[in-house]
């Protein structure tokens, strides 16, 4: 059958209304069945089954005068309700579930629940992709959508402590400083390619692949770093050319009073960011009686003592954003710089348009960022940034606990001290009767509050179960062990499933198990007492012009200075230690190198001599035999004796001096 078949005609199309009016005529006012079905425009086979319908049920009140479509459909409203709810609570978590997934879920939850299900998902211990269609048709709220990939840290890192904590910073700000929308500065970089994305085109159908050009496969990164207020004005941008040396000719289209300057690696640096300030100071016009806000993120290249001394003695408070969450709470980000890279990518595209077969380099990127600055950076854009991000005008109560499912996971209550800990288990021998009642205010399963338990395994045999498991009488999860090892396959991250042979002496249930039982939502562990082993603080918002916070930042550079210090000199007396080593290895190969040398002189005044035919006095074999083993070796002649020694024989024999003179052991003696 098709999925989506429309009707033709409205023929037998009749209304429950109009259908119980017409049961009505017959039964009370006894009419014809015929008469009847001509009035009203109803087959007389139609009537007359709806007439015994209504004759033989008990509770009259509750005849449908309808036909029940719904007739082969597996679960209740209530259930695909709590699946919907479900599936779309999973996405809000960021931990979603794709099609395969959601039926797997679902065949799960079915048997879980006692529902007859087709045997093609006993067999396949998964539900129907029809099923699926039909799903997704009921619950218009559901579609299947392409994710975009998230970090962990940036899931977990918005939630509600530390955005309140980052409102509450801004809050104290705006009360020490009556700051107006064009004192509130908002900076940040981004990253220009000089291999774009290409936009949709127009292409034939059935196409199975359609290119686009670009200039390289891997291209060159340039950092623009921009800064907007919330009046809708920008200072003009300072860009970062991945060279040693900046070129005056490297700024050719950019935006008015746009500057640059060149790092081998494109990317924003503490000494960078200083020139970037003193540029921000001179458009800005700030000082200490005319102060700015300027609100930037948690990076490396933002934090130190020469920045937040630049900034104090222009009158510049430097507010930064919880560490992840500039998603949600920048304004670039929230609103102009999503413009932005589009009107750069139809920017790039159109150069490559207009100079046919020339690949695009770094001299072009400033033309293609001033055309799509002028679009992107809009008084409109940036207002609503500002906006959509509640900085001004403050709105802190803005998000709200929806915005904050992501975090989910990773909401977990703070770990006990050590003393909480010991007297909680001083207590708990007095409170385990009371442990085994639940609290008047404990949460239940909508609330989130538990975590996921492993399945156990039962055999396929109904018939060892007990009677007290025939809630798990149904198929469980079970790890794969031969799959574990293939990266890459979605089945390797789904449940095993084994098929249920169902009995009739198998009770049904009274309550619904829900999905949340079924299969719960994923929790992290509890949060670790102690840090990490890399020690390693993590950042937060702070103010960073405040005098405890420098204080803080400036012992902070001063440890790291210290231990920078000391490595650098235990570096430095490695090298000498290893300078030294080298030269007494040196001088050792010298010496051996003038033996060598007057060994091989000696060796040849022997052969001139016609004496290099003696044998050696240890091993009396003769010099250039073919069957010396030693043949490799330097031969030695003792200066008592004029005897001849090989190298390795007269070491265990003789006495060498500094002279490089040898004498045998007899001589010695």
């Known amino acids: 059958m098709a999925r989506n078949r429309k009707r033709k ?54 005849v449908r005068y309808v036909p029940k479509y719904n007739a082969r459909q597996i679960f209740s409203e209530d259930q695909e309700a709590m699946l919907a709810e479900y599936l779309l609570t999973a996405a809000k978590h960021n931990y979603g579930h794709s099609a395969t997934m959601a039926r797997r879920l679902a065949y799960e939850f079915a048997t879980q629940n006692d529902v007859n299900v087709p045997e093609a998902w006993l067999r396949d211990c998964s539900a129907g992709e029809e099923w699926l269609v039909g799903f997704l048709k009921r619950h218009q709220s559901l579609s299947i959508r392409t994710p975009e990939a998230t970090s962990l840290s940036r899931s977990t890192a918005f939630n509600r402590h530390n955005v309140a904590k980052f409102f509450g910073n801004l809050n ?11 004192a509130v500065y908002n900076c940040d970089e981004t990253g220009l390619t000089t291999v774009q994305k290409p936009p949709r085109v127009i292409a034939g159908k059935g196409m199975k692949q359609v290119a686009s ?25 300072f860009l970062i050319f991945p060279r040693v040396y900046f070129k005056q000719h490297m700024l050719f289209g950019a935006p008015p009073g746009s500057q640059g300057t060149a790092y081998p690696s494109g990317w924003m640096t503490s000494d960078t960011f200083v020139r970037y300030l003193k540029h921000f100071i001179h458009y800005s016009r700030c000082s200490t009686e005319k102060q700015v806000l300027l609100l930037l993120d948690n990076h490396e290249s933002h934090i130190n003592i020469e920045v937040i001394n630049l900034c104090k003695e222009n009158g510049i ?6 560490p992840h969450t500039s998603h949600k709470l920048q304004p670039l980000d929230v609103a102009v710089y999503g413009p932005l890279k589009s009107y750069y990518n139809s920017a790039c595209t159109g150069w490559l348009h207009a100079n046919p077969g020339t690949p695009m380099t770094i001299l072009n990127v400033a033309e293609c960022f001033g055309k799509a600055y002028q679009l992107a950076f809009t008084p409109k854009n940036v207002q609503a940034g500002f906006k959509a991000a509640g900085i001004w005008p403050m709105n802190r109560d803005l998000f709200h606990d929806g915005d904050f499912d992501c975090a989910f996971v990773s909401d977990r209550p703070q770990p006990q001290p050590a003393e909480d800990c010991q007297q909680s288990r001083s207590d708990a021998p007095d409170k385990a009767v009371a442990d085994d009642q639940p609290e008047a205010g404990s949460s239940s399963l909508s609330d989130h509050s538990y975590v996921q338990q492993p399945v156990d395994t039962f055999a396929d045999d109904p018939q060892q179960r007990s009677p007290n498991e025939s809630v798990n009488n149904q198929p469980t999860a079970t790890a794969t062990q031969n799959n574990a090892d293939q990266p890459g396959c979605e089945s390797n991250l789904l449940p095993t499933m084994t098929p249920v042979q169902k009995t ?6 009274t309550t619904c198990v829900t999905p949340e039982e079924v299969r719960p939502f994923p929790k992290a562990r509890a949060r ?11 950042g937060d918002t702070q103010i960073l012009t405040d005098t405890p916070v420098k204080r803080k930042i400036e012992e902070k550079a001063t440890f790291s200075a210290n231990k920078r210090r000391k490595k650098e000199v235990g570096k430095d007396k490695k090298v ?18 003038k033996k060598k040398l007057k060994f091989a002189e000696q060796h040849d005044k022997g052969k001139n001599d016609a004496s290099c035919n003696e044998k050696c006095k240890i091993c009396s074999v003769t010099y250039g035999d073919k069957g010396d083993i030693r043949s490799a070796e330097d031969w030695l002649q003792c200066a ?8 390795s024989c007269a070491q265990a024999n003789g006495v060498l001096d500094d002279d490089d003179t040898y004498t045998c052991i007899q001589c010695v003696g």
């Open 9 to 62: 005609t409205d023929r037998e199309t009749v209304g429950a209304d109009k259908m119980e009016q017409a049961v009505d005529e017959v039964v009370r006012k006894n009419r014809s069945v015929k008469s009847v079905a001509v009035e009203f425009h109803i087959k007389r086979t139609m009537l007359r089954r709806y007439i015994f319908k209504y004759k033989s049920a008990q509770n009259k009140d509750q």
């Open 504 to 509: 009739q002496n198998t009770p049904k249930k």
């Open 317 to 322: 408070t430097l507010l930064t954003f919880p």
């Open 213 to 237: 050009v670009t200039s390289q496969e891997r291209g060159q990164l340039v950092t623009a770093c921009c800064t907007v207020n919330a009046t809708g004005n920008s200072i003009p941008p």
């Open 640 to 647: 008592g004796c004029q005897l001849w020694f090989h190298e």
């Open 528 to 538: 670790k007492t102690s840090r990490s082993a890399s020690n390693r603080r993590r």
């Open 172 to 182: 104290l700000v705006y009360s020490r400083q009556q700051y107006g929308p064009d």
């Open 576 to 593: 000498v230690q290893k300078k030294e080593m080298q030269k007494k290895v040196k001088s050792v190969c010298v010496r051996k190198t």
